[in-house]
């Protein structure tokens, strides 16, 4: 089987849910975003990226987020209701990434690349990432608007997105074997 860096950290990237409280270096993180701006994109270049690193805002998008799972199924309101629940799990940057919702597949094409290639960059730098729904519950709640305008996300832009990222707790990794399920016509 044919191994490389590349593929290397494609494979060993896992969702980090225990973070050293340190932040990220300027220089990763600039390499990071630079990464998810060479992803490809559906016509154009759709995608903008917030980074939250102030504990305040940090803080003010969890409780948002949780204030709005409360009207959502059970296990989100699960989460809203508990007080000690933290989306980022510790980890002290926030990555909101957002595209113009004039893209013809914003979602799925511009924001869904971009944070692919993202992970993976964050990975092959060492860093933990994971991919969180539950920050996005806040850009739907009353304050979303507001709260898009206080990011500097553009107007006419939506959130699809989110990630955290930071130095890992623990770096060992297990890699369960996984088989591409693929059929051939040749």
Known sequence: MLENE??????????CRS??????????????????????????????????????????INRLAKEAAMHMDVQLRELGANEAFNCYYGAPTLVIVSADTK????????????????????????????????????????????????L???EGYRVYHTFVLGRKKDNSVYIPFRKANVSYVR
Request: a negative charge; glycine letters at 6%.
């Open 19 to 60: 973070y050293r409280n340190e932040q990220v270096a300027e220089e990763a993180l600039q390499a990071i975003l630079e990464a998810g701006a060479y992803a490809p994109n559906a016509m154009g270049e759709a995608t903008h990226y917030a980074v939250v690193q102030n504990k305040e805002v940090l803080e003010k």
């Open 152 to 154: 500097g996300i553009p």
């Open 103 to 150: 893209s013809p597949m914003p979602m799925d094409a511009d924001c869904s690349a971009a944070i692919e290639n993202m992970l993976v960059a964050a990975e092959s730098l060492g860093l933990g990432t994971c991919w969180i729904f539950f920050a996005t519950l806040a850009f739907g709640s009353p304050e979303g608007e507001a709260l898009k305008k206080e």
């Open 6 to 15: 590349t593929l290397k950290s494609i494979k060993q990237r896992r969702s």
